[in-house]
């Protein structure tokens, strides 16, 4: 990934919190000389290996799983929030319109999970990290175990999971480092101003950057 020296991002710490934020990620590979890429939830793994290990699984009818565990490196991409930058926010006068984002390559060797009581403990703790966001007061989170065990196999027969231990990771937050402290709070605060939740997120980033580098 192409990235300006004034916006990589190597903490990990900030790489797994935006990858575990925004967990739908895009799976490409590479089959018979052409790109392939699948869109999945993919959890990450923060302390198995040195830059943690992906965990996921996909349709068994995707063809793309048959590739793996032939040596070749896989590309997984989480992208976090992005949005138009207006130079009306900066308090510079010269300035041109920008697209800020943040965004994590992570790179491995992709392997497949057979063992059924693994294959199981994933499925398990994707519905809990994803039933704790749904679910409200008085509302019991939705488990596999209230499926039957005939059931729940059956659909997992439907499906293959996969591992990837990361070999690298790449950040590229692209927050407005390269412009005056006073006009990356100027376009913080256009964002928030939208209302829009991901362009609050993207401020709140914004503004986090500024804090990193007065530490």
């Known amino acids: 990934m192409y990235i300006p020296r004034q916006f990589v991002e190597t903490d990990k710490r900030v790489l797994h919190g935006l990858m575990a934020s925004y967990g739908f990620a895009s799976l490409v ?6 790109p392939v890429a699948s869109h999945l939830p993919i959890m990450v793994d923060r302390e198995a290996g040195e830059y943690g290990t992906l965990v ?6 995707n063809p793309q799983w048959r590739g793996f565990g032939e040596g070749t490196e896989a590309l997984a991409i989480f992208q976090g929030p992005h949005g138009y930058i207006s130079p009306n926010w900066y308090v510079s006068e010269q300035a041109v319109p920008t697209w800020s984002y943040t965004a ?10 057979k063992d059924h009581d693994a294959v ?7 519905v ?6 749904v679910s409200g007061p008085g509302v019991e989170p ?9 059931f729940r196999d059956m659909q997992m027969r439907g499906i293959v999971a996969f591992e990837i231990p990361i070999r690298r990771l790449e950040g590229n937050f692209k927050l407005n480092q390269n412009k005056p ?15 829009d939740p991901v362009a609050g997120e993207l401020a709140r980033l914004m503004e986090d950057v500024v804090e990193r580098k007065k530490s």
Do not use: F, K
């Not at 996921?56 to 009818?61: I, V």
């Not at 402290?181 to 209302?195: I, Q, V, Y």
């Open 142 to 150: 939705w488990s596999l175990d209230s499926q039957a065990t005939e």
């Open 128 to 133: 809990a990290e994803n039933e704790s966001a």
């Open 29 to 34: 590979t590479v089959a018979d000389g052409a």
């Open 181 to 195: 402290e006073a006009d990356r709070r100027g376009a913080a605060a256009g964002l928030r101003a939208s209302g």
């Open 104 to 113: 994590v390559h992570a790179y491995g060797v992709p392997r497949i999970i």
């Open 120 to 126: 199981l403990a994933l499925l398990e703790r994707l």
């Open 56 to 61: 996921g699984h996909m349709a068994r009818n």
